[in-house]
């Protein structure tokens, strides 16, 4: 693949890089959530940012560097002795867009008199092990594991219950898409300091062998067929359309023209990138397909796709006419603030979030991904690990690890796992990868019809549907259930 070599979550997941995915999903959103940064563009909620230090490699006793990792922090609502303490396990992006985006932490803390901690990751937003060396070689970067970062979670959660006032705490887990992996498995693993976890579009099964590599573009093919029974068809059809428009020089020159690209389409490589960036959009939709406008992703109208939509409704729409109107779907996303110039397909230069992503995506994150053309609305794209390894060996001289993601946390048998709520909306393509069995009493899974990418973890909005209500309430009972467990046992 050329300019787009792609992968993976998220807020939840996929980036864009080497790899062979289809969906620069993730990328994407790491991209964005690392534009926005620390200035996220509504500060609504308030807290004290602060560090800890912790070990570079808490696994081996032969590396002895520590660096010191960030986190947010809001005593505001916190109780008494021994308040739960409700923690975000952080995932690819600077800590603040998630503090920002996770509004049901804060919509729930004074109800239960919690204190609200937010952690980073590390080798994301500003918590690297080795400051601007963190991505220098293979050596540096080899400590971005998720093990590594829930040692790190699990030595900061400790340092907070030092405390007398804290040393009986209950400790309750929250985190969307990756982060929400991250959730589940450090109740998985720390059962003894976590006390339970709210999961949220959590793909823990995206891995190889246990989830089919299609299942993610036909959850966004049907998104965009929901929304109108041509869209999906018209898209479909657009991935011809664009390479016979554009086999000439007069048909890239009118396509930059049309759709307002910043620079110019010269050869098959760039109309390769379009077609890989298009690809994105349509993940990065399904995705933040909200029922209210909000700007996670992009700044967008409620229920995105049914927007997109409304331009792809005339079946025998085809060649140029066909391309315009994609355009004005696609507008959509790019230029619903109207104040887009023009569109840039290009890769945004590496940054060092893209690289983290990637770097996971190439060790032990390999979630695959294909299309064939015909159950989606995808250009067809095998999935070719050898082709995959082969980029990650020339980008980071490292393979990865197929089987490594199971082997440590489980993906067949989750039987012994406790104290979990797994939410998965059926809009969020990423949902694939949930688990959506109940796995015991007290791991369940509750299912959002009306739900896209972690809208539960969401702050309340009047538009929410009643499914989502519906979860909040549930995540609440069992935080509550959990919580009165372990004072049970301690206080
Ligand atoms: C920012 O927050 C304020 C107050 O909560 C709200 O009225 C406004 O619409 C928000 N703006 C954006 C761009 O989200
Ligand atoms: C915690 O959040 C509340 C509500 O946003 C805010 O009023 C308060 O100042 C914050 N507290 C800290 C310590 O940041
Ligand atoms: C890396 O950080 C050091 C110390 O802050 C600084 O002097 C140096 O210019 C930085 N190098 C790069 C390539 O940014
Ligand atoms: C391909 O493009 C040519 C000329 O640009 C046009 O005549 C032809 O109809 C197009 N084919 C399809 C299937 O759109
Ligand atoms: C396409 O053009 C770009 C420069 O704009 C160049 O770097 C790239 O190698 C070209 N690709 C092909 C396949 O010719
Ligand atoms: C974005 O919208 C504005 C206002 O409608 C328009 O002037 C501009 O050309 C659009 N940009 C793109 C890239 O289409
Ligand atoms: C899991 O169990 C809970 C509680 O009994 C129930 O509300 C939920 O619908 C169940 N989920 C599934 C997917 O069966």
């Given at each position: 693949?050329?300019?787009?070599?792609a992968f993976?979550l998220?807020?939840?997941l996929i980036?864009?890089?080497a790899?062979?995915l289809?969906?620069n999903?993730?990328p994407e959103?790491?991209?964005?959530l690392l534009?926005?940064?620390?200035t996220v563009?509504?500060?609504?909620?308030?807290?004290?940012t602060?560090?800890?230090?912790v070990?570079v490699?808490?696994?081996?006793?032969s590396?002895t560097?520590t660096?010191?990792?960030?986190?947010l922090?809001?005593d505001?609502?916190?109780?008494?002795n021994?308040?739960?303490?409700f923690?975000?396990?952080?995932n690819?992006?600077?800590i603040?867009t998630?503090?920002?985006?996770?509004?049901l932490?804060?919509d729930i803390?004074?109800q239960?008199?919690?204190?609200?901690?937010?952690?980073?990751?590390r080798?994301y937003?500003?918590?690297?092990?080795?400051?601007n060396?963190?991505?220098?070689?293979?050596k540096h970067m080899g400590y971005?594991?998720s093990?590594?970062?829930?040692a790190d979670?699990?030595?900061l959660i400790?340092?907070l219950?030092?405390?007398?006032?804290?040393?009986?705490?209950?400790?309750?887990?929250?985190?969307g898409?990756?982060g929400g992996?991250l959730?589940?498995w450090?109740?998985m693993?720390?059962?003894?300091?976590?006390?339970g976890?709210i999961?949220?579009s959590a793909?823990i099964l995206?891995?190889?062998?246990?989830?089919?590599?299609?299942?993610f573009?036909?959850?966004?093919?049907?998104d965009?067929?929901?929304?109108?029974?041509?869209c999906s068809?018209?898209?479909r059809?657009?991935?011809?359309?664009?390479?016979?428009?554009?086999s000439?020089?007069e048909g890239?020159?009118?396509f930059k023209?049309?759709?307002?690209l910043?620079?110019p389409l010269?050869n098959a490589?760039?109309?390769?990138?379009?077609?890989?960036?298009?690809?994105?959009?349509?993940?990065n939709?399904?995705?933040?397909?909200?029922?209210?406008?909000?700007n996670?992703l992009?700044p967008?109208?409620?229920?995105?796709?049914t927007a997109?939509?409304?331009?792809l409704?005339e079946?025998k729409l085809?060649?140029k006419p066909?391309?315009?109107?994609?355009?004005k779907a696609?507008?959509?996303?790019?230029?619903f603030?109207g104040k887009?110039?023009c569109?840039?397909?290009?890769?945004?230069?590496?940054?060092?979030g893209?690289?983290g992503?990637?770097?996971q995506?190439?060790t032990?994150?390999v979630?695959p991904m294909c299309n064939?053309?015909?159950?989606d609305?995808f250009e067809?794209?095998?999935?070719?690990?050898?082709?995959?390894?082969d980029?990650c060996y020339?980008?980071y001289?490292?393979r990865?690890?197929?089987?490594?993601?199971c082997?440590e946390?489980g993906?067949?048998?989750?039987s012994?796992a406790?104290?979990?709520v797994?939410s998965?909306?059926?809009?969020d393509?990423?949902s694939?990868?949930g688990?959506f069995?109940n796995l015991?009493?007290?791991?369940?899974?509750i299912?959002?019809?009306?739900?896209?990418?972690?809208?539960?973890?969401?702050a309340?909005?009047p538009?929410?549907?009643?499914?989502?209500?519906?979860?909040?309430?549930?995540?609440?009972?069992?935080?509550?259930?959990?919580?009165k467990?372990?004072?049970d046992k301690?206080?």
């Amino acid at each position: 693949m050329a300019a787009s070599r792609a992968f993976i979550l998220i807020l939840f997941l996929i980036y864009h890089s080497a790899i062979g995915l289809k969906y620069n999903t993730k990328p994407e959103i790491l991209r964005s959530l690392l534009s926005s940064g620390k200035t996220v563009e509504n500060n609504t909620y308030i807290y004290k940012t602060k560090t800890f230090e912790v070990l570079v490699d808490h696994f081996s006793f032969s590396v002895t560097d520590t660096f010191k990792l960030r986190y947010l922090v809001n005593d505001t609502w916190q109780r008494g002795n021994n308040a739960p303490i409700f923690f975000y396990t952080g995932n690819e992006g600077f800590i603040e867009t998630f503090a920002q985006n996770t509004g049901l932490m804060w919509d729930i803390a004074p109800q239960f008199g919690a204190l609200l901690i937010f952690a980073e990751h590390r080798y994301y937003g500003e918590s690297m092990p080795f400051g601007n060396k963190s991505f220098s070689d293979a050596k540096h970067m080899g400590y971005l594991t998720s093990q590594q970062a829930m040692a790190d979670y699990i030595d900061l959660i400790n340092y907070l219950r030092s405390d007398t006032k804290t040393k009986h705490s209950p400790v309750i887990v929250f985190g969307g898409s990756y982060g929400g992996m991250l959730s589940a498995w450090i109740r998985m693993k720390y059962p003894h300091i976590v006390q339970g976890a709210i999961a949220a579009s959590a793909p823990i099964l995206q891995f190889s062998g246990v989830t089919p590599c299609e299942a993610f573009a036909r959850i966004v093919t049907s998104d965009f067929r929901a929304a109108h029974h041509e869209c999906s068809n018209l898209i479909r059809k657009s991935w011809y359309t664009i390479t016979n428009v554009t086999s000439s020089d007069e048909g890239k020159k009118w396509f930059k023209e049309n759709w307002k690209l910043c620079s110019p389409l010269v050869n098959a490589t760039h109309v390769r990138a379009l077609k890989s960036w298009l690809s994105d959009i349509y993940g990065n939709l399904a995705m933040v397909n909200y029922p209210y406008e909000a700007n996670f992703l992009a700044p967008l109208p409620g229920y995105p796709i049914t927007a997109v939509c409304k331009h792809l409704v005339e079946p025998k729409l085809e060649g140029k006419p066909l391309l315009l109107a994609l355009k004005k779907a696609i507008n959509v996303y790019t230029n619903f603030t109207g104040k887009t110039e023009c569109l840039s397909i290009d890769n945004a230069a590496p940054n060092l979030g893209d690289i983290g992503w990637s770097y996971q995506a190439c060790t032990e994150m390999v979630m695959p991904m294909c299309n064939d053309g015909i159950n989606d609305m995808f250009e067809p794209e095998p999935w070719d690990f050898k082709e995959y390894s082969d980029q990650c060996y020339k980008d980071y001289n490292i393979r990865p690890r197929l089987d490594l993601a199971c082997t440590e946390y489980g993906c067949k048998d989750l039987s012994a796992a406790t104290n979990i709520v797994f939410s998965n909306g059926l809009l969020d393509p990423w949902s694939s990868g949930g688990v959506f069995r109940n796995l015991s009493s007290s791991t369940s899974v509750i299912i959002i019809p009306e739900g896209a990418h972690h809208l539960d973890l969401r702050a309340s909005n009047p538009r929410d549907p009643v499914s989502v209500i519906n979860a909040r309430k549930y995540h609440r009972s069992a935080i509550k259930k959990w919580i009165k467990e372990y004072r049970d046992k301690f206080a």
